[in-house]
């Protein structure tokens, strides 16, 4: 995935069910101390002038597109890569 257009891009054909799950997991990760980059991403985001929902949904965008990729290659959760995906979002006020 190439997160330089995430925000820009974000798939609106993400399920309304399936949204909400990993808007569930989102909000976990936040919450926890072992995956604190994810809060990171979102306070980075919104302090740069992002929406929070727009930040929250090309969050699960990258999300979405990691657990794909496990399961398409049937690996492991590749938690470094995820954490370089949400590292790459960024958000432009030109967009």
């Known amino acids: 995935m190439n997160s330089d ?12 069910d399936v949204l ?11 919450a926890s101390d072992e995956t604190a980059f994810v809060r990171c991403t979102f306070d980075r985001l919104t302090a740069d002038g992002c929406a929070e929902d727009e930040a929250l949904h090309a969050m699960a965008s990258v999300l979405l597109w990691e657990i794909n990729t496990m399961m398409a290659t ?10 370089s995906e949400l590292d790459a979002l960024s958000f432009s006020t030109n967009s």
């Open 5 to 16: 257009d995430a925000l820009s891009s974000v798939d609106e054909r993400i399920p309304d």
């Open 74 to 83: 049937q690996s492991p959760f590749d938690l470094d890569h995820y954490h």
């Open 20 to 30: 909400a799950d990993l808007l569930t997991a989102l909000r976990q990760q936040m």
